[in-house]
């Protein structure tokens, strides 16, 4: 019979928008401005003191807050507006100290029984609904002091091997001082160091107590190119920790000679984003120093898990954590945490020079943590926080050597979680130079909340003469292309919230398109069902040969757009990707609604009945 769909395929349709229904509800309901609360230091349980001193903080304060929520090492706790989360956050990091990291968060209001059900809303672009902003700033000074401590002990290395005496290499600030006994011995290290550094060094000649002295002073360009140095390996180090947080669209970009600017649209875990893409961990791996060892090479460090334990180590570094290569948690053959690590060509070689010659000694993992320590001062009358850095080192692993070493071994003495962190931090890459966090702020939409209200008037309005003009010209038939247009909208949210996609203002710009494809396929089928019964065709053969001759048309050209939409993802980048996403989606949704839902309404309608004159305007 014509016109009529079997039961199958109606219950089918039903379905399909009965789900999308359910996966789209989510994003009816908007997340609270919220407070999240986390212990610095990986694997730490969040105790009720710790709790109550955070309500005693923000009542103090006098900020409500409701819906309070502790998962294992998280306290989240919701505000009544957006506005009192950076007081919030500064009465409750004044009130913990260092020990907590304190970060504005958004909390969900989905309903449980949606949850229940794998229902959760669509993640929102920076340009839209916002998100957290980090300003860092990169410690150039620390930075470049490091590399001239290096020289200092690549030149005393290299002057050794050319049997160049010296007395004494010492770094003074920016500079470095080496001491001759001689004139002789000065000119011919400064001939070699002229050929060896070329371009690196402004030499200046001293006598000083009898000793003939070279001072080395980094060229401006020299310190620029080791800051250039510091900024894109931070700036590649970030974009690696963002990428291993599972991020949707961040921005990651360079801001001045030393800044960084990181915003993360949709985090629902932003203190744990904070810990993660602050944190200049690394590692120094040492051999314990012997009895009777100088104390001027050796240092005395504690350890992680008992402070009251200490070990004695030599001086010298055997390899750092930026030789590794790649690292991974893991469990041992006793179950306990571990961490896998493999090591580059350099450091390979490195560590297996060293232990070949340290066999059952014991050899210690130092773990090299940068750390903020808040203090607060009065500044006119009001008390404002200063933030130093302090670098801390403790041993977290000290065993002995039973053979050498190579480029792969692992690290013991760990908690699960900070055996996970760890191998984080290493696999997304050390830290160029230290960073301090300036600026923690949430971000409105980029292009401003009146022009974005503006353009969502726009889009309401020509939807809106859409739907009237539908209407106008197709009748009944318009009456169902509107519900089906708004059933394509309801499928394409319930789509890109299902996988998680990121809505930007280039995505809407998706969406008008394939609301405009979406009425385009219908006004084809209308339009070839108006010539049909101007042939002659009966009402019930115009509907059939409508729809079965429109579909090669309206299929061709959604194919094209299709295929042009996977190009624009594969190639794109950011919002274009955007775009492109919401452009397939709402292709392949337009399809089933101009095709499949308005054929079943009109079915439903028309179908299996005598029909005289079809509601569909023109002359029909």
């Known amino acids: 019979m014509l016109n009529k769909y079997p039961l199958w395929k109606n219950l089918l349709i039903l379905v399909v928008v009965a789900l999308a229904f359910i996966y789209a509800a989510p994003n009816l309901y908007p997340p609270d401005a919220a407070i999240q609360v986390t212990p610095a230091r990986a694997g730490a349980e969040m105790s009720s003191a710790t709790l109550n001193n955070v309500r005693e ?30 007081p919030a956050k500064a009465a409750i990091q004044r009130k913990l100290g260092d020990e907590f990291v304190v970060a504005l968060n958004l909390a969900p209001t989905t309903p449980d029984w949606l949850v229940n059900l794998g229902a959760g809303p669509m993640t929102l672009g920076l340009d839209l609904s916002g998100g957290v902003h980090f300003l860092m700033e990169v410690d150039m000074d620390e930075y470049v002091s490091g590399r001239i401590t290096n020289y200092r002990e690549d030149l005393r290395t290299s002057l050794r091997q050319e049997d160049i005496k010296y007395r004494r290499v010492v770094v003074e600030g920016t500079k470095v001082r080496l001491s001759f006994r001689q004139e002789a011995l000065r000119s011919e290290a400064r001939t070699f160091i002229s050929r060896n550094y070329p371009g690196e060094f402004l030499p200046q000649e001293e006598e000083v107590d009898g000793n003939f002295d070279l001072i080395l002073m980094l060229t401006e360009q ?21 990428n291993e947080l599972g991020v949707a669209e961040p921005l990651v970009q360079r801001q001045g000679r030393n800044r960084i600017v990181v915003e993360l649209p949709g985090v629902q875990d932003t203190a744990e984003a904070k810990k993660i893409l602050g944190k200049a961990a690394n590692l120094e791996f040492r051999l314990e120093a012997e009895p009777g060892a100088s104390r001027f090479a050796t240092e005395e460090y504690s350890f992680r898990d008992n402070q009251n334990r200490t070990a004695r180590l030599e001086k010298k570094v055997i390899t750092t954590g930026d030789s590794v290569t790649n690292a991974s948690s893991g469990f041992d053959e006793n179950s306990f945490p571990q961490v896998n690590i493999s090591l580059d060509s350099k450091g390979a070689a490195r560590m297996t020079q060293v232990t070949k010659k340290a066999v059952q000694r014991r050899m210690a993992v130092l773990f090299v943590e940068r750390k903020p320590k808040t203090t607060y001062e009065m500044v006119d009358g009001v008390e404002q926080p200063k933030t130093i850095q302090v670098v801390e080192k403790s041993i977290i692993s000290l065993a002995t050597i039973q053979s050498v070493l190579g480029s792969s071994f692992r690290i013991t003495g760990l908690q699960s979680a900070e055996a996970n962190e760890l191998a984080l931090l290493l696999r997304s890459g050390a830290l160029a130079a230290p960073m301090d966090f300036v600026e923690e702020r949430t971000v ?71 609301v405009g494809m979406a009425v385009d396929a219908n006004v084809l089928i209308f339009s070839r069902i108006r010539e049909e019964l101007k042939n002659g065709r009966s009402p019930q053969q115009a ?35 955007g775009f492109a996403v919401t452009l397939s989606f709402g292709i392949l949704t337009s399809m089933f609604t101009a095709v499949m839902v308005t054929r079943a309404m009109t079915n439903l309608l028309y179908g299996g009945r005598r029909v005289e004159r079809l509601s569909i305007g023109g002359k029909a």
Do not use: C, W
């Not at 923000?58 to 706790?77: M, R």
């Not at 020299?222 to 920790?241: G, S, W």
């Open 57 to 86: 903080a923000l009542d103090d304060a006098g900020i409500s807050y409701f819906g309070e929520e502790v998962n294992g090492s998280t306290a989240l706790l919701r505000l009544e507006s957006a506005d009192a989360q950076l």
């Open 222 to 242: 020299k310190i620029r190119d080791f800051e250039d140095y510091a900024l894109k390996q931070n700036l590649m180090t970030l974009r690696n920790r963002v």
């Open 444 to 514: 409105g939409p980029s292009l401003g909340a009146e022009n974005i209200e503006m353009g969502a008037r726009s889009v309401m309005a020509g939807l809106a003469l859409v739907l009237i003009a539908m209407l106008v010209f197709y009748r009944a038939f318009g009456f169902i292309a509107n519900i089906a247009l708004a059933v394509n909208l309801v499928l394409l949210v319930a789509l890109m919230s299902i996988i998680g996609a990121t809505l930007t203002l280039p995505g809407i710009a998706g969406i008008v398109l394939t």
């Open 543 to 577: 509907i059939h040969e409508g729809y079965d001759r429109a579909f090669l048309t309206i299929f061709d050209a959604n194919l094209t757009t299709l295929i042009v939409a996977v190009i624009l993802f594969a190639v794109g980048t950011g919002p274009v990707k």
